[in-house]
């Protein structure tokens, strides 16, 4: 059952408040960049496609907002809307990969009326969104494949329907896998701090009619170590071209834990995600998040006051311990410095 994470109608930008799930289900309108922005940063809008779909109807709300008359000013306030919602958040490569096309499409066609770019710009900005849903099914499709009957398949965050404009990357396997019949068992790491695994996968394949049983973060070991895992799947939020892969913290862990029980690890995500510019995970910004998430996470203080507090919110899994990483182009397989040089390129741009 498909949710609309991120809505363009009429001219106006709707997104879920994923910041309220479980508990409530609310579709709010953000209008202006700053709302886009604030919403990006505040996780109310979050995982890597979504936040670059977000994004890139955000730069058409900034253009609104200003109310940008001719072809010059259009061309201004893409740029300034689309360099202020590059600081929302570092790690998430599709962010910059969507801003990038929304400016790119805007200096292409400098040469019409501003009426007819913003309509140019609408079109691409809407292609992003569709494109993305195109991709994250053909990520199914190749990575449902992997799935057989009695398996249990553990994730790490939130990598579904409500990370991408539909479908899901690591969920979209599990989605293809049970609208084909097939009867495995997921197990959700609750994610600590933010709970995107309680809170969202757990809500979304409920939902969808998955079955699927929430973890805390340090049963992961336990549950492989009693055999109930036979594959793991995650998202990832920027690939580096050797196939380090940065995703949402403890999936690192997770990646070693699997290592060590000969449990097949695969990171799953579109090509909008792979950063081919950086040659590994090294280069890839990690977002440090505030101390209030860890100390007074949904509003009870849980640890004493002042005490110092760390908490970026990715981790990089390296290379070595990825099995695969499934793509909408197909299962990319070691050695990655190769099978991810042959997708780069302008061909990945749009599917
Ligand atoms: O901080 P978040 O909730 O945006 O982190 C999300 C993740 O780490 C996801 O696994 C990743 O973005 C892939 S989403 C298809």
Known sequence: ???????WSSGCLYIIDQTLLPTEFREIELKTAEEVWEAIKALRVRGAPAIGVCAAFGVLVGVRQQEAKSTSDVLLVVDETADYLATSRPTAVNLFWALDRMRNTAHNNANLDSSALIDRLTAEAVEICEEDTRRCRAIGKHGGELITDGDGVLTHCNAGSL?????GTALAVMYSAHESGKRFHVYADETRPLLQGARLTAWELMRAGVDVTLICDNTAA??????RVQLVVVGADRIAANGDAANKIGTYSVALIAKAHNVPFYVAAPLSTFDFSIASGDEIPIELRGADEVTHGFGKQTAPEGVKVYSPAFDVTPSTLIAGIITERGILRPPFIESIAAVAGPQ???F
């Open 163 to 167: 990370a991408t404009s539909s479908y």
């Open 222 to 227: 336990q549950v492989m170590r009693e055999g």
């Open 348 to 350: 990945s741009a749009t």
């Open 1 to 7: 059952m498909s949710v609309a994470t991120v809505r």
